[in-house]
Structures are given as structure tokens and as C-alpha cells.
């Protein structure tokens, strides 16, 4: 069953109807990066038909909208107004802003404004037992635990997002994009003169506001952008991650130690030898995705992979199969993304709080689990 609630209290009602579990759902843009469970969900809760023109407050740098309300809108609302909000979206401009929140997703403007999270100042959240609301509407706020935080990426474990209020920045006067090009038959010299680009520009004194590379191993394209960047580079970019998932059959995510180009670009040409592959990421945070080709699929280039990053930097690198091959992974003993992640301090307080707040109502359908364990 398949819900579209056109308000905040329609939100919280159809939750407090069902006692199955539950699949929320913004545009979808996401829906394919990991497994659902099985049997999976019995209720799909879509945000889309949360929409409607923000709450802008100009004076205190701050607005409201609604969770269902594309990035994208969110944007040219502020925009006119003279305001940002300094979270861009490259795969799918169109992804809700309550998806882009819940599914904790990767800016590529993280280098120079830090995480989207950074940017929440308070929630609205549907639970089974209603409307709850944490943080504040102001920047100054002090009070209380902040419980924000706790939605943020977590793929609605413990509630669905119908409201943000976001802290803001005037629109920058000026924004450029500056881009390189580097070329060559060996992957590996490409990868190191790209990486040099980056260290220079790290050690230029000015911060950018993103560090983004996208290409083949053998043509790879390094952009820098100041501001918001430019519009135009950014389309680019965004369409040319969009050729790449519909070109390639498997993806994967890569981190490692930033910059880390050269690191992670040498792991993936020992792991993917031989395949047809393409990689984009954020070369400031070390945090890369990976696109390839491989009839026999993802597995064999994955272990090899796993192989090589041990040896490397055991403890600080991680990867994780996402869409189709994380789906193929699962049918196989191992792991969907490694290193497979321990017990943490807060597993049990996450626990006893999705208890509390939605108790046998919510699946978590998209997050990582790196071991069976893990995802009973």
C-alpha cells in the first residue's frame, strides 16, 4: 500500500494506522542504493505531496518547508529572496529535502560548508503517536538535547521528517568554477597529477567551497568551485554522474584519508584491471563513487577490492556496494560494505529510543548492514 499524505497530521495518522513496518519514500532517488528487508515493507509512505512555499525569515538568516519540497524548489525559493541554503545535490536536484536530510547524503559543498546537518536547526517528525517537534526556529538555541540530529540519516528509524527549519547564508555576490583536465595512458599518473592539483589547491589559502572529480582513469576532471560554483558546471556534472549510473551496471562507494585521490584511484585500477570503469567524488573528503562493468558481476572485483584496501590502510578506508551490486551482494555470504562495522556505544540508546518513538512500525529499508547480524 502506497500512502501520499498532504499534510504533517496526515503524515502522523497514516503511521498510527498500520502496525507492519514501513517504507518512507521522498522522490525516490534513493529507494535503489540498498536491500529492502524481507519480507519488506507492508506500507510505503510517500513525502511528495508535502510541498508548498517556505516560511522564509530573512532577518533571523533562517526558513521552514515542508519535507516533501524538491531541493531543487527549496533553491530558487531562497534565491530570490537573496538567501542560500549551502547544500547542492548532483545526482538528483529533484530529491526532497526531507529525503536528502533522512538519508544523511553527501554535499558536494561538505568541503567548504560542512555537512547538510550542520545546516538543520529544527524538525517536524511524524511518529505513531503523533507530531513530535525538536530544536528550534532560531539560530541561538542552547536548550535541551539536541535530538535533531538523531533523524538525520537515519533513514526515518525513528520517525518521518514533514518539516525542516534550515539556517541560511546570503546568496555569495560572486561564484566561479574552475576546472583542469589530465590525460594520460597511465591510470596512475593521471590519478597522482590529479591529486597534486588538489593538494595546491588546499595550500592556495582560500578555502573552496567544493573539491569535485569525475572521469575515467584515463581523462579525469578535476572542478573547483567558490560560492555556490557555477550553475552551468554543476548541470554538467550532475548529468555526466547521471550517464554514468545508467551506463554501468555495479557502483560502489570508496573513503578514504583526504585527499586521497591517488590512494583511492590506485586501489580501484588493481580492483577494476581489466573492466570498463568511471569514478566521481569528493576529492577534499577522500570519498569517492565508483561505476564498472563486469558480466561475471560485482563480486569478484569487490573482493578484490576488500584485498587491496587491507593491505593498504586497514583502519581508515570503507567501502559499501550500493543498488544493484549491494542487491547482488546480499544473496552471497559476507558483507554488503566493509570494514564490517562493530558494536557501537549508542546501538542500544538508538534501540530503546525507535522503541519508544515507533514501536514495531518502522523498517530502516536502505541503510548499509554489514553483516547479517547487524541487520536482524
Not at 582513469?217 to 556534472?237: F, I, K, M, S
Not at 577534499?284 to 593491505?311: E, V
Request: aromatic fraction near 8%; include cysteine; proline fraction near 10%.
Amino acid at each position: 500500500m502506497i500512502i501520499r499524505p498532504d499534510s504533517p497530521a496526515a503524515a502522523a495518522a497514516a503511521l498510527a494506522g498500520t502496525d507492519g513496518p514501513v517504507c518512507i519514500r521522498g522522490a525516490g532517488t534513493r529507494t535503489a542504493w540498498q536491500p529492502l528487508p524481507a519480507p519488506g515493507p507492508g506500507l510505503v509512505v510517500e513525502t511528495t505531496r508535502l510541498t508548498g512555499p517556505g516560511d522564509l525569515r530573512p532577518d533571523n538568516l533562517s526558513a521552514s518547508f515542508l519535507a516533501g519540497t524538491p531541493l531543487s524548489d527549496v533553491h530558487a525559493q531562497l534565491q530570490a529572496a537573496g538567501l542560500w541554503f549551502p547544500v547542492a545535490h548532483c545526482d538528483a536536484p529533484e530529491a526532497t529535502l526531507g529525503g536528502c536530510l533522512a538519508a544523511g547524503f553527501e554535499s558536494p559543498l561538505r568541503f567548504g560548508y560542512g555537512p547538510p546537518r550542520d545546516w538543520v536547526l529544527g524538525l517536524e517528525v511524524a511518529t505513531p503517536q503523533g507530531l513530535i517537534r525538536f530544536g528550534a526556529d532560531v539560530i541561538k538555541n542552547v536548550a535541551g538535547y539536541d535530538l535533531v540530529k538523531l533523524h538525520l540519516g537515519a533513514w526515518g528509524r525513528f520517525g518521518l521528517i514533514t518539516r525542516a527549519t534550515l539556517r541560511l547564508l546570503p546568496l555569495p555576490e560572486a561564484s566561479h568554477t574552475f576546472s583542469q583536465t589530465f590525460t594520460g595512458p597511465d591510470p596512475l599518473q593521471v590519478a597522482g597529477a590529479a591529486e597534486t592539483a588538489v593538494r595546491a589547491a588546499l595550500a592556495a589559502g582560500a578555502r573552496p567551497a567544493a573539491l569535485e572529480l569525475i572521469g575515467q582513469p584515463d581523462h579525469l576532471r578535476l572542478l573547483v568551485a567558490t560560492g555556490t560554483g557555477n550553475e552551468d558546471d554543476w548541470q554538467a556534472y550532475s548529468h555526466q554522474r547521471a550517464a554514468m549510473t545508467a551506463r554501468y551496471p555495479w557502483r560502489l562507494k570508496l573513503s578514504l584519508p583526504a585527499p586521497g585521490v591517488a590512494a583511492a584511484l590506485g586501489l580501484l585500477d588493481r580492483a577494476l584491471s581489466g573492466l570498463d570503469w568511471a569514478v566521481a567524488g569528493h576529492a577534499g573528503s577522500g570519498i569517492f563513487t565508483a561505476w564498472w562493468d563486469d558480466p561475471a558481476g560485482p563480486a569478484p572485483a569487490l573482493n578484490r577490492l576488500q584485498a587491496q584496501a587491507q593491505a593498504v590502510s586497514a583502519d581508515r578506508w570503507f567501502v559499501v556496494a550500493e543498488g544493484a551490486a549491494a542487491r547482488a551482494m546480499t544473496g552471497q555470504p559476507g558483507w554488503v560494505s566493509f570494514p564490517p562495522r562493530p558494536p557501537r556505544s549508542q546501538d542500544r540508546l538508538e534501540a530503546a529510543l525507535r522503541a519508544a518513538l515507533a514501536p514495531g512500525n518502522f523498517a530502516n529499508p536502505h541503510l548499509p548492514s554489514p553483516t547479517p547480524e547487524a541487520r536482524s
